[in-house]
């Protein structure tokens, strides 16, 4: 109604029944703010620097620190404050590790580092295996594809180019299987997830790799799942079973 009235700790915002206020509005806790953040001083809405959750295991290598990115160029931030109102697409905080430190929080060192990768590659390259030469029907895509996804999701490992290259292995099996048999409804997301995890990963921090080849050879296995996707929405080989949505909150 344009007045502040009521509970509101600003005009139409705050208090116990309206909507939380934007920064810079007028609160009295931090429940009355978009970003949960009320100054205590000023008494008006804020939205926070962005912070690595967790840390950068400082307590553990004080080299390794929290840093705030442009995903898109993995270079620092500098347009403006990277806070809570800043899209992540935008600005990210994350981990840039110390000498022979290594994980999402620089919490392994290298020999540890280098068995986990060791041991999530294997589980791609197994995956990829069973994907190859079981029957292709949308009901084992759809098994497959979840279970890729559950492998995918926040695994840092695929900043390694085999566990990469052997994820999106599977994601190219599974598509191309489906733009010829079709798919279940639930086959086209869990490939989605599983495609951004892999993208966010190798975006989010630079990648281990030095190789332009297999850089190269990565790209071209994440293009062509990503086309045979889109054709297994597009055919329907299997009535009623081909996707005409693709729900994701990771694209």
């Known amino acids: 109604n344009d007045i502040g009235d009521g509970t509101e700790t600003d005009v139409d915002c705050g208090g116990e029944n309206c909507s939380p206020c934007d920064e ?53 931030y500098t347009d403006s404050i990277c806070n809570e109102a800043i899209p992540d697409n935008l600005c990210i ?14 919490q392994f060192d290298s020999e540890t580092w280098q068995a986990r990768l060791q041991l999530q590659a294997s589980m791609f390259a197994g995956l990829s295996s069973v994907s190859q030469v079981q029957v292709a029907n949308s009901e084992n895509a759809a098994a497959q594809a979840a279970t890729l996804a559950a ?15 052997n994820a999106l292995s599977v994601a190219n099996t599974l598509t191309g299987n489906a733009a010829e048999e079709g798919a279940s409804g639930s086959f086209a997301p869990a490939l989605v997830d599983s495609m951004s995890a892999v993208i966010a990963n190798r975006r989010k921090r630079n990648s281990t790799s030095t190789n332009a080849t297999a ?15 889109s054709t297994s929405m597009l055919v329907d080989k299997v009535p ?5 949505i693709v729900e994701s909150d990771s694209l």
């Open 24 to 76: 810079e509005l007028e609160c009295e806790i931090d429940a009355d703010c978009t970003y949960q953040h009320c100054d205590e001083i000023t008494k008006r809405c804020q939205a926070l620097e962005k912070t690595c959750e967790g840390g950068c295991s400082e307590d553990i290598d004080d080299s390794s620190i929290c840093v705030l990115i442009d995903p898109s160029t993995l270079l620092p």
């Open 93 to 106: 905080a994350t981990c840039a590790c110390g000498p022979d430190r290594f994980g999402d929080k620089c």
């Open 151 to 165: 492998q995918t999701n926040g695994n840092v490992a695929l900043e390694d180019d085999t566990a990469a290259y």
């Open 215 to 229: 850089r190269a050879e990565i790209n071209g296995l994440l293009a062509s799942a990503i086309d045979g996707l």
């Open 240 to 244: 009623n079973q081909a996707s005409d």
